[in-house]
T-cell receptor, first 118, second 115 residues
Framework: AQSVTQLDSHVSVSEGTPVLLRCNYS??????LFWYVQHPNKGLQLLLK??????LVKGINGFEAEFKKSETSFHLTKPSAHMSDAAEYFC????????????????FGKGTHLIIQP | EAQVTQNPRYLITVTGKKLTVTCSQN?????MSWYRQDPGLGLRQIYY???????DKGDVPEGYKVSRKEKRNFPLILESPSPNQTSLYFC??????????????FGPGTRLTVL
């Protein structure tokens, strides 16, 4: 069975300061991990994904995440926050049905609301 | 433009009145899925489909039906809606779920209110 925990429901940072959104996961198999962003009144958009290649993954809009198997973490970071980064962020873990992950192998975290202070 | 479309975007209805939310994708994706999003609960999967005529239950299927008669369409049917189905619904599609695990493309969402 798999699960994902986003450790903060809300994160508030000042514009121009670093962003850290934390995600821990558990998985019985070698998972893939994703971060999605949801801007107000919009659908979800993929920021980045990890699929067992490089452990440091770069995404769109200056975001990156590092897969740390020993810590079962996949935290999302950005060096300098911009007002346009204000949104809801979702960490997603995926185990393929073909590896016995069950259901369709996708589990979403409950989301982290990122607030950018001017 | 590659996209997932949903209709309607907003719907207010009454308890017990059957409704259908349509979902269509133009990317020839095999995999399609429906989610509901509720405050503090994130996204929860309702149903998914691995291909035409192949559907399966997700985490919260009670009160919903789906069909996949064509590859591009995956409608969500509420036979007898109830107030606890008031939610924001998203349809998503991806090329497949085999490794490397594919990005899901999401529709814009349907906000449903059941009175």
């Amino acid at each position: 069975a798999q699960s994902v925990t986003q450790l903060d429901s809300h994160v508030s940072v000042s514009e121009g300061t670093p962003v850290l959104l934390r995600c821990n996961y558990s998985s019985s198999y070698s998972p893939s991990l994703f971060w999605y962003v949801q801007h107000p009144n919009k659908g979800l958009q993929l920021l980045l994904k990890y699929t067992s290649a490089a452990t440091l993954v770069k995404g769109i809009n200056g975001f990156e995440a590092e897969f740390k198997k020993s810590e079962t973490s996949f935290h999302l970071t950005k060096p300098s926050a911009h007002m346009s980064d204000a949104a809801e962020y979702f960490c997603v873990v995926s185990e393929s049905v073909y590896s016995g992950g069950g259901a369709d192998g996708l589990t979403f975290g409950k989301g982290t609301h990122l607030i950018i202070q001017p | 433009e590659a996209q997932v479309t949903q209709n309607p975007r907003y719907l207010i209805t009454v308890t017990g009145k059957k409704l259908t939310v349509t979902c269509s994708q133009n990317m020839n994706h095999e995999y399609m899925s429906w989610y509901r999003q509720d405050p503090g609960l994130g996204l929860r999967q309702i149903y998914y489909s691995m291909n035409v005529e192949v559907t399966d239950k997700g985490d919260v299927p009670e009160g919903y039906k789906v069909s996949r008669k064509e590859k591009r369409n995956f409608p969500l049917i509420l036979e007898s809606p109830s107030p606890n189905q008031t939610s924001l619904y998203f349809c998503a599609s991806s090329l497949g779920l085999a490794p490397p695990f594919d990005e899901q493309f999401f529709g814009p969402g349907t906000r449903l209110t059941v009175l």
